[in-house]
C-alpha cells in the first residue's frame, strides 16, 4: 500500500491544485475562474468555434462548459450564437471586451512562471512530459 506522497497522482492532483490557487488571485483581477480563462485563450489563439470543439479542446463535458459559457456571455466576453440550420449547434465567439482581455494576460502569465522557478527549458520538458501521459491515459480510456 503507498503512502499518500509515493501516489503518482496525487502528485500531480496537488500540484495542479497549488496552480489554481496561485492563478486566482491574478484572474479574480479579470472577473475570471480558471476554465473561463482557458476558453479566452482557446478563443484568442483559435478563433470561433463550436461548443463541441471547444469541449474537446478544453478535455471537458459540454454540459460543464455550458454553465461557465453562460457566465462568461453574461460577462459580456462572449457570443452564444445558435445555428440557424440546427438548433444543437452553437458557435462561441469573442466580443470586443473578450478580445481586448488578452492585453491583461501576460504579467499573469510571468507571475506563473515565476511562481514555478524552473527555467523555460525545464518547464517546456515538464509540460512535454505531462502531455504524453495525458495522451496514454486518454488511450487508456478509449
Same mark, same amino acid.
Given at each position: 500500500?503507498? %503512502?499518500?506522497?509515493?501516489?503518482?497522482?496525487?502528485?500531480?492532483?496537488?500540484?495542479?491544485?497549488?496552480?489554481?490557487?496561485?492563478?486566482?488571485?491574478? +484572474?479574480?483581477?479579470?472577473?475570471?475562474?480558471?476554465?473561463?480563462?482557458?476558453?479566452?485563450?482557446?478563443?484568442?489563439?483559435?478563433?470561433?468555434?463550436?461548443?463541441?470543439?471547444?469541449?474537446?479542446?478544453?478535455?471537458?463535458?459540454?454540459?460543464? +462548459?455550458?454553465?461557465?459559457?453562460?457566465?462568461? %456571455?453574461?460577462?459580456?466576453?462572449?457570443?452564444?450564437?445558435?445555428?440557424?440550420?440546427?438548433?444543437?449547434?452553437?458557435?462561441?465567439? +469573442?466580443?470586443?471586451?473578450?478580445?481586448?482581455?488578452?492585453?491583461?494576460?501576460?504579467?499573469?502569465?510571468?507571475?506563473?512562471?515565476?511562481?514555478?522557478? %524552473?527555467?523555460?527549458? %525545464?518547464?517546456?520538458?515538464?509540460?512535454?512530459? +505531462?502531455?504524453?501521459?495525458?495522451?496514454?491515459?486518454?488511450?487508456?480510456?478509449?
Amino acid at each position: 500500500m503507498l %503512502e499518500l506522497d509515493q501516489h503518482f497522482c496525487f502528485a500531480v492532483y496537488s500540484t495542479a491544485h497549488m496552480f489554481n490557487r496561485v492563478y486566482r488571485p491574478l +484572474l479574480d483581477e479579470l472577473g475570471l475562474t480558471y476554465p473561463q480563462y482557458l476558453v479566452l485563450v482557446v478563443l484568442w489563439h483559435e478563433g470561433p468555434g463550436s461548443v463541441t470543439a471547444l469541449a474537446e479542446r478544453l478535455k471537458l463535458e459540454t454540459s460543464t +462548459l455550458t454553465p461557465l459559457l453562460k457566465r462568461l %456571455e453574461k460577462a459580456g466576453l462572449v457570443t452564444r450564437t445558435r445555428s440557424r440550420a440546427d438548433e444543437r449547434k452553437v458557435t462561441i465567439a +469573442l466580443t470586443d471586451a473578450g478580445r481586448a482581455a488578452a492585453s491583461r494576460v501576460p504579467p499573469i502569465n510571468a507571475a506563473i512562471a515565476d511562481a514555478i522557478g %524552473e527555467t523555460p527549458e %525545464e518547464r517546456a520538458a515538464i509540460q512535454k512530459a +505531462l502531455l504524453r501521459i495525458r495522451e496514454r491515459l486518454e488511450a487508456a480510456i478509449a
